[in-house]
C-alpha cells in the first residue's frame, strides 16, 4: 500500500469518526433536551399561565384559619404569603391572586395532593415519610410533640396508666402514628376512635366517652386556652413518639417550585423577622382570638430548626 492510499483511508475514517461523535453528541444533546422538558416545573407553569396559587389550609389555630372578617390568617399563612410575595417576583406576576381552598378534614387533604388541585398546603402538616408517594414538602418551620390531653379528676399522667383504655385521635393525622407505634410498642392494648378533627379528638375525652385526646401540644394547648374551664384539663409531660417538624405539603416529585419555596423559607428563617412572626402567633393574644400561648421563639427552637431544616442544601 502506498503512502496515497494509506493517507486516503487514515482520512475517510477520520470523517466516519467526526460523524459518528457528531451523531452522539446530537442525539445525547437531544436526550437533554428531553429531560429537561421532562422536568419543567407543572406547578410553575399552571401558575404563570393562570396568574393564581392554589393553597390549601384548615381550621387549626394558631396556624391557619378563618378570622371573623372573613380572612384566612394564622402562623404558617403569614409565611406562606411571604412565599407567594417571592414567587411573584420570581415569576414576574405582579397581579397573582392567591386562591384558598378550605381542607376540612385531614382525608381530604391527600384527594387534593393526588389530583393536583393544590399547589401549597399551609396548615398544620409533618414531614413523614407516609407521605412521600402523593406529596413533597418544605424545610420545617417548627416542631412540637404529640401529647395527650386527660381531664385531670382522672389523675392520669402517663401514658402506662391508658393501658386497655379508650383514646381519641384525629384520623390520618401524624398524631395517629404515632399513638399506633406506641400502642404497639408498649403493648397498651388501646383502643382508637378516629375522628375528623383535632376539635372533635378532644371533645369526646371532654364528655368522657375517652380517657385522653392525642394532639400535637401547640394546637393542644391553644384548645385547651380556649376553654371556659380548661382548668379542668392536663397535658402529658412526656411527648409520644418522635417530635413531629411542621411543613408545607408542595406537589409531587416537582423539584423546581420545591427548590423556589425552599429559597424563600430559608431566607426568611435566616432573618430577623421570623422570631418576630412566630412570637405574633405563640407569645402574644393570638390575633382575633385573643388567646397566648405564651411560647417566645427561643434559641433552642432556632438550633433544632437548623439541625433538620434544608437550608445548608437550599441555600440561605
Not at 389550609?57 to 372578617?69: E, G, L, T
Request: glycine residues 4%.
Amino acid at each position: 500500500m502506498n503512502i496515497d492510499n494509506k493517507v486516503l483511508l487514515d482520512k475517510n475514517s477520520s470523517t466516519k469518526i467526526f460523524n459518528w461523535l457528531n451523531m452522539c453528541v446530537f442525539l445525547v444533546s437531544g436526550l437533554f433536551v428531553s429531560v429537561a422538558q421532562a422536568q419543567l416545573s407543572k406547578t410553575i407553569e399552571s401558575i404563570t399561565k393562570t396568574h393564581q396559587i392554589n393553597i390549601a389550609y384548615r381550621d387549626a389555630p394558631p396556624f391557619s384559619y378563618v378570622a371573623s372578617d372573613g380572612k384566612v390568617v394564622g402562623y404558617v399563612i403569614d409565611l406562606c404569603n411571604v412565599i407567594v410575595s417571592d414567587i411573584s417576583k420570581h415569576l414576574n406576576i405582579p397581579d397573582l391572586k392567591v386562591n384558598y381552598i378550605e381542607n376540612k378534614y385531614l382525608p381530604e387533604r391527600d384527594e387534593l395532593l393526588r389530583e393536583k388541585k393544590v399547589d401549597m398546603i399551609c396548615s398544620v402538616n409533618a414531614n413523614v415519610i407516609e407521605w412521600k408517594t402523593i406529596a413533597d414538602y418544605s424545610s420545617p418551620y417548627t416542631y412540637s410533640y404529640t401529647r395527650f390531653a386527660t381531664l385531670k379528676n382522672k389523675k392520669i399522667s402517663s401514658i402506662d396508666q391508658l393501658a386497655g383504655h379508650t383514646v381519641s385521635v384525629t384520623s390520618g393525622s401524624v398524631d395517629a402514628l404515632a399513638l399506633n407505634q406506641t400502642n404497639r410498642e408498649l403493648n397498651l392494648n388501646l383502643f382508637v376512635i378516629t375522628t375528623p378533627t383535632m376539635e372533635k379528638a378532644f371533645e369526646l375525652m371532654r364528655s368522657g366517652k375517652t380517657s385522653a385526646a392525642f394532639i400535637n401540644d401547640i394546637s393542644l394547648k391553644e384548645i385547651i386556652e380556649a376553654q371556659s374551664d380548661k382548668n379542668l384539663f392536663s397535658i402529658s409531660d412526656k411527648g409520644v413518639g418522635k417530635p413531629q417538624f411542621f411543613v408545607i405539603l408542595l406537589p409531587h416529585d416537582d423539584k423546581e417550585f420545591k427548590s423556589l419555596v425552599n429559597q424563600s423559607l430559608c431566607k426568611i428563617r435566616k432573618s430577623p423577622d421570623f422570631g418576630k412572626i412566630h412570637d405574633v402567633w405563640f407569645n402574644k393574644p393570638i390575633p382575633y382570638l385573643k388567646l397566648n400561648l405564651q411560647t417566645p421563639y427561643s434559641k433552642e427552637m432556632d438550633k433544632v430548626l437548623t439541625q433538620f431544616d434544608d437550608c445548608l442544601r437550599t441555600g440561605r
